[in-house]
């Protein structure tokens, strides 16, 4: 008698070709999440680095920029192709009072106006008639901001309490100590969608970052960094909770702090993120309790897949941004240290992240209940990207000047977090 064949299923045959979710990752002019992000500010470059020797050629929402500062210390940001013929200003020179093109000398300000037409007559006698085409910029936090859409809907360049104002000794540290990143930000290669959601998925931390590669946070188990057990691999129901908010999402963490008198108090690690590409999370490698945070982060799209990060720091401590930007050991070392071997053995964000593709695919994810904040941040993206294409502003803009944003981010006592959101004090409390 012939027994029967067991078919095998599950296989890999046969399934239907992988696809993104195009409208939350593309950004190019005329995209969904493209005009969405038209509609807020971004950073471009870090005002202390930008200075009047030389232009910075950039990539921001699929558009070749140019960003510099004249001489009369005006930041800038220009169409890489000049008007004229087309060469590029990457190559220009810049003057007191804007930039001059190296093919025939035409020069344009800050805001593109055509300012001289070497070698025609007299400069130029229809020079008006020529603009080069160009963007509203602002500078805050040590930072440069460009505003890359429609100018009847442009908004107040956000501001955050914790931020402001500067207190004796206080700086804006803003530059990445990464050459070739000091002007115009930190170039990674993938989409900008895969970092930002990592802001709102605290749990990989659980993981990723102690469990399977080792410990990479510093100063973990001493008084000033986190306990070890912050750590669990396997986190009680409840750890995490997230939560919409007037700007974007929020997520509450709550473990047990150092033990003091015998007891481990309760704490609240609480994160933000700020559509649509903002967020804001303690100091990881001195969390400090019942104290706001004094950092905000930023992914700003460079095209489909790539985009550049941004930092901003309120300290007075030198020493801070060098906790922040090496504050992540993998193996004991900075990331472009690693050897492959290493990176394949003790992978951190850059590997999980950069592995999932230029584009990750969302088809082939299967998603758990630990993903409920990304679920939660998604639809939010969507929500934006649905409202501008009804012609409505999306959350987050005010065309008008507002008050500083209130930002709950930090580590709290648990007793202070679960009175209300109005009881977490803030900045300078």
């Known amino acids: 008698m012939t027994e029967p064949t067991t078919v095998d299923t599950g296989t890999g045959y046969g399934r239907k070709k992988p696809s993104y979710d195009a409208r939350l990752t593309e950004v190019g002019p005329g995209t969904p999440m493209g005009e969405a992000m038209r509609r807020y500010w971004h950073p471009i470059a870090t005002s202390a680095t930008l200075t009047n020797d030389v232009p910075h050629r950039t990539r921001v929402l699929g558009e070749d920029l140019i960003v510099f500062r004249d001489g009369q210390g005006r930041p800038g940001v220009v169409f890489e192709r000049c008007?004229?013929?087309?060469?590029?200003?990457?190559?220009?020179?810049?003057?007191?009072?804007?930039?001059?093109?190296?093919?025939?000398?035409?020069?344009?300000?800050?805001?593109?106006?055509?300012?001289?037409?070497?070698?025609?007559?007299?400069?130029?006698?229809?020079?008006?008639?020529?603009r080069q085409p160009w963007y509203p910029v602002e500078e805050r936090y040590g930072l440069v901001f460009v505003y890359m859409g429609p100018p009847d809907r442009k908004p107040a360049l956000p501001r955050y309490d914790f931020m402001e104002p500067t207190e004796d000794g206080d700086q804006y540290q803003a530059g990445w100590p990464v050459p070739g990143s000091t002007v115009t930000g930190l170039l990674q290669d993938f989409n900008w969608l895969q970092i930002y959601e990592n802001g709102i998925d605290p749990l990989h931390v659980n993981w990723l970052h102690s469990n399977h590669s080792g410990q990479q946070f510093i100063n973990v188990g001493n008084p000033t960094g986190l306990p070890e057990d912050f750590f669990t691999p396997y986190p009680p129901e409840g750890t995490v909770t997230y939560e919409r908010m007037e700007f974007g999402a929020r997520y509450k963490l709550r473990?047990?702090?150092?033990?003091?008198?015998?007891?481990?108090?309760?704490?609240?690690?609480?994160?933000?993120?700020?559509?649509?590409?903002?967020?804001?999370?303690?100091?990881?490698?001195?969390?400090?309790?019942?104290?706001?945070?004094?950092?905000?982060?930023?992914?700003?799209?460079?095209?489909?897949?790539?985009?550049?990060?941004?930092?901003?720091?309120?300290?007075?401590?030198?020493?801070?941004?060098?906790?922040?930007?090496?504050?992540?050991?993998?193996?004991?070392?900075?990331?472009?240290?690693?050897?492959?071997?290493?990176?394949?053995?003790?992978?951190?964000?850059?590997?999980?992240?950069?592995?999932?593709?230029?584009?990750?695919?969302?088809?082939?994810?299967?998603?758990?209940p630990s993903d409920r904040g990304v679920v939660m941040l998604r639809r939010m993206l969507r929500t934006i990207v649905d409202d501008v294409e009804a012609g409505r502003d999306p959350q987050g803009v005010s065309l008008d000047e507002v008050p500083p944003r209130p930002v709950q981010s930090g580590v709290w006592s648990a007793a202070t977090v679960d009175k209300t959101p109005e009881a977490v004090p803030a900045a300078g409390a």
């Open 83 to 130: 008007a004229h013929r087309g060469s590029s200003l990457f190559y220009g020179r810049v003057e007191e009072d804007g930039l001059r093109c190296c093919y025939h000398g035409w020069k344009f300000d800050v805001q593109g106006h055509c300012l001289d037409q070497a070698v025609e007559p007299g400069g130029g006698k229809r020079r008006n008639l020529a």
């Open 255 to 368: 473990f047990l702090g150092h033990e003091k008198d015998g007891v481990r108090p309760e704490q609240v690690w609480v994160g933000e993120l700020h559509l649509p590409n903002a967020w804001i999370f303690p100091d990881f490698s001195l969390p400090t309790a019942d104290q706001q945070t004094d950092m905000v982060l930023w992914a700003t799209p460079t095209d489909d897949t790539h985009h550049r990060l941004w930092f901003s720091i309120r300290s007075n401590d030198p020493e801070r941004m060098y906790r922040f930007a090496a504050g992540v050991k993998q193996n004991g070392k900075d990331p472009w240290e690693l050897t492959e071997d290493e990176r394949q053995r003790f992978p951190g964000d850059g590997e999980a992240q950069q592995s999932q593709g230029p584009i990750t695919l969302h088809s082939e994810e299967t998603l758990a």
